[in-house]
């Protein structure tokens, strides 16, 4: 198994969970992250970090699409590990349905 970033974490984008992380598996895109699931070691620190509760255990039901996205963009963005300012109108964003029709985005983040 692994945790994958869900929804909620688009425009949210707190990091958070960045900080926690002993292996630094968050990568970053222009709007939200996601975790590499090959480096994941399943501790789970990270979920209750989540302001936006955006990660969730893979064995939940329903989240196939949310791990294949955390799969792909793992592979293309920049590694985050140290947690910058959330964007400043993250607060509007959380729990806004449809978050990834309406805002997700493929760009990259700057990483660190
Ligand atoms: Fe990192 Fe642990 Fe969260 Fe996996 S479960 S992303 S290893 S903090
Ligand atoms: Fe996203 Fe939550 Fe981390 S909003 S950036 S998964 S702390």
Redo the contacts with the bound molecule.
Sequence with gaps: MTYV?TD??IK???????EVCPVDC?YEGEN??VIHPDECIDCGV?EP???????KADTEPGLESWLKLNVEYAKVWPNITIKRE?PAD?KSFDGVPNKLEAHFSANPGSGD
């Design positions: 970033v909620n974490c949210c984008k707190y990091m958070d969970c960045v968050f939200m992250l990270c970090e989540c302001p936006a509760e955006a990660i959330a993250a």
